[in-house]
């Protein structure tokens, strides 16, 4: 069974607890594409350890429809949430602007010759989550570690940014955890996501599949886009 609201729950228990492990949240949205690329928001959570202080930032996200790899970004907005006012454990919290570079998204989708994207829901009905496999039908389109090599190609571009740890030379293998990692210790739990979307091409025709994945030591949740190829009859 998937422990989402398990995970997001060990995130944001209360004070009493003891610090809570680090974790990273990604959520990506279709935004546009060109007849090449795709470009999502991203959202990124980090909490950091702690059940108080985090980073939330948004990044646009440039993805090759031929390879599924991430092949650009630009950060959009890079904040820190503090809840810790007052003494009182607050939703939302106090907010601070962090360093670094960021751009505005719609200048930078004019720049590229993007269209905008309208997500569709019906465009998951024919694929199904299978023994962790990606069906179409009757139809493997996906193996479990494929589904795992698609979610690194997307989301490693982030990894410089979010390092799971500050020294990784100080932890034994077996005591890591990190999604960019696709040789790492253990397994992912992933759904369906409900709206994804069909690109129709000269040629193809392209199905972006919504995946919401965790790993099972509830290290983070992770959304990404599995890209389906359908060669079109002449």
Request: glycine share 6%; proline share 5%; charged share 25%.
């Amino acid at each position: 069974m998937i422990r989402f609201l398990t995970c997001i729950f060990c995130i944001l228990a209360g004070m009493a607890m003891a610090t809570p492990p680090r974790a990273t949240f990604s959520d990506d949205r279709i935004l546009a594409a060109t007849q090449s690329h795709l470009y999502v928001l991203r959202d990124i959570t980090d909490n950091l350890g702690s059940h108080f202080h985090a980073l939330h930032d948004q990044h646009l996200i440039e993805i090759s429809l031929e390879t599924g790899e991430a092949t650009g970004y630009w950060p959009l907005r890079r904040i820190g949430i503090n809840h810790l006012e007052t003494d009182d454990f607050l939703f939302p919290g106090t907010i601070t602007e962090r360093d670094g570079e960021t751009n505005g998204m719609m200048e930078i989708l004019r720049e590229v010759g993007a269209e905008p994207l309208v997500p569709s829901p019906w465009e998951v009905e024919d694929f199904a989550l299978v023994d962790g496999a990606l069906m179409k039908g009757e139809v493997q389109v996906l193996t479990p570690f494929a589904i795992r090599a698609a979610g690194r190609a997307q989301l490693a571009i982030l990894r410089a940014e979010y390092p799971p740890f500050e020294s990784e030379e100080d932890y034994s293998r077996e005591d890591r955890i990190d999604f960019y990692d696709l040789y790492a210790e253990g397994d992912w739990d992933c759904r369906l996501g409900s709206v994804g979307q069909a690109l129709s091409r000269a040629k193809d025709r392209v199905r972006l599949i919504p995946l919401h994945c965790e790993d099972y030591n509830l290290s983070g949740l992770w959304s990404f886009h599995a890209i389906i190829i359908e060669q079109l009859e002449n």
